[in-house]
Nanobody, 125 residues
Framework: QLQLVESGGGLVQPGGSLRLSCAAS????????IGWFRQAPGKEREGIST????????NYADSVKGRFTVSRDSAKKTVYLQMNNLKPEDTADYYC??????????????????WGQGTQVTVSS
């Protein structure tokens, strides 16, 4: 059964860091791009990062560029989102999603066919 499970969310002070994990099972992670999305209360879902199947191509939304880093570990079947210098506006539920192909965009949800259940990130003092 294909599954994506996010973890690593929590409460952090502004300026702090968190590392989110997206553990994949039931499919060969190496064949597919992975995207990270977030949705804050009352706001639309926002694509924030993608990583290609090879890991060689990464993309970031302007809102997180320079602060977030996406990576993948084939051996652990896990994709990570390292989030540094967190701001209150980063507060949201964060989701990873499996791309349908080796590359994916942040803007087209049709690029993805499976989604995790999400992990909550709260940035507050």
């Amino acid at each position: 059964q294909l599954q994506l499970v996010e973890s690593g969310g929590g409460l952090v002070q502004p300026g702090g860091s968190l590392r989110l994990s997206c553990a994949a099972s039931g499919f060969t992670l190496d064949f597919y791009a992975i995207g990270w999305f977030r949705q804050a209360p009352g706001k639309e879902r926002e694509g924030i990062s993608t990583i290609s199947s090879s890991g060689l191509t990464t993309n970031y939304a302007d809102s997180v560029k320079g602060r977030f880093t996406v990576s993948r570990d084939s051996a652990k079947k896990t994709v990570y989102l390292q989030m540094n210098n967190l701001k209150p506006e980063d507060t949201a539920d964060y989701y990873c999603a499996k791309g349908k192909w080796t590359q994916a965009t942040m803007t087209n949800p049709n690029d993805y066919d499976y989604w995790g259940q999400g992990t909550q990130v709260t940035v507050s003092s």
